[in-house]
């Protein structure tokens, strides 16, 4: 038995990989992660070098974990700077550390993949070899249910909670069968805003990965670069990872692109699995009125429907969303300190924090848009 680092998923094989994966969320696909590695989006000079941990049995691959060694916390979606500056100021070393996520996705999905017993192997010898590898500290971000089964047991990990939105498709007809289930004064808000942006001339039309040209994609890059460089900031993926991701997982991707007298104005860029929608990217050419909420919000509302998804998974924050139908949903992530002051300053912050998120959820939850008996 042994635990194995890998410095690129390109050194297993993708079927004995995939064999693996508990459902069909394509975020943990071999092939998701290579085009990551293969793009330069993730790379050790921009924080994200790989570094998987697998754990072997007579050869046999029994379990994995997908991850990077950084050196920052950008795109994580799991915000640790704090405590970094903490350390800083006292002296503690906090990069480079360990971290067990989908790199930019903040996505909840299985993260201890394989199988139980060997995860739990896995996990029991994770904090030796981050001795081993000078590495401060482990973060496995999003999990499921099955890994927080895994992890709770553990001795020195911390849980921390957060709060995304997520629409739920219970079986509506149409968008107006969904508004039909809201507030009077809300619903008519919703109609008003999308009635905004079709008055505009906005017209949208929806892609498979396979469906677009490389010029469209260009389109696509454009848009999402845009969001970046209106903060002043780079963005994380490059223009490669768009066609790689199209040649390998073509099925698994949705592009809307809103139109202004037939030309392309925004974009939002989506992954798909069996029952769940995720909203991943947008951008647009120019700022339009109400365009950010149709084309990222409804249109993928829309979508979710006519494909009889189950769940809309429109990317991490925006108590915006709560008017609109989102309904809270807790994410729970998983910290192991190596050392022990940090840790125990870390877990008494954590404690309060959880409070803190659980009420916020709790009042997020009265803030729904549905009338009262739909939610």
């Not at 921009?46 to 007579?58: K, M």
């Not at 860029?269 to 995720?278: A, K, P, Q």
Request: aromatic share 14%.
């Amino acid at each position: 038995m042994s635990l194995l680092h890998l410095a690129s998923l390109a050194d297993v094989d993708a079927a004995e990989w995939d064999a693996l994966l508990p459902d069909d969320q394509p975020f943990l696909r071999h092939a998701f992660l290579l085009a990551l590695e293969e793009s330069g989006s993730v790379r050790a000079e921009s924080g994200w070098q790989p570094d998987h941990l697998l754990w072997r049995e007579a050869g046999a691959l029994r379990a994995a974990l997908p991850g990077y060694r950084k050196r920052n916390s950008w795109g994580e979606y799991v915000f640790d700077h704090a405590w970094a500056d903490a350390c800083q100021r006292a002296g503690i070393r906090y990069y480079p550390k360990w971290l067990g996520a989908i790199p930019f996705s903040p996505v909840t999905g299985a993260r201890l993949l394989g199988d139980a017993q060997a995860a739990t192997q896995l996990l029991a010898a994770l904090p030796e070899t981050l001795h081993q590898h000078g590495l401060s500290s482990a973060h496995i971000n999003f999990t499921d249910a099955r890994g927080d089964a895994l992890l709770e047991p553990q001795p020195d990990w911390l849980m921390r909670l957060g709060c995304q939105y997520h629409w739920h498709n219970r079986g509506y007809r149409d968008f107006q069968d969904f508004l039909d289930t809201l507030m009077s004064r809300k619903r008519k808000q919703l109609r008003k805003e999308r009635e905004r942006v079709a008055q505009s001339g906005f017209e949208f039309n929806w892609y498979r990965g396979d469906q677009l040209r490389e010029d469209q994609w260009d389109f696509v890059y454009t848009c999402y670069a845009n969001t970046y460089a209106v903060r002043g900031q780079r963005p994380y993926l490059t223009r490669d990872f768009f066609s790689l991701l199209a040649a390998r997982m073509p099925h698994s991707i949705r592009v809307a692109i809103a139109h202004l007298h037939q030309q392309p104005a925004a974009m939002a860029f989506c992954l798909v699995d069996g029952e769940t929608l995720y909203g991943r990217y947008w951008g647009c050419l120019a700022e339009f009125d109400r365009l950010h909420f149709e084309t990222c919000f409804y249109q993928g509302m829309d979508y979710a429907i006519a494909a009889g998804l189950k769940r809309f998974d429109a990317g991490a924050q925006g108590e915006h969303k709560l008017v609109r139908g989102f309904e809270p949903q807790l994410t729970t992530s998983w910290h192991y300190l190596a050392h022990p002051g940090l840790r125990d300053a870390v877990a008494d912050f954590l404690q309060e924090e959880r409070q803190g998120v659980r009420a916020w959820a709790d009042e997020a939850r009265d803030a729904l848009p549905y009338r009262r008996g739909d939610q």
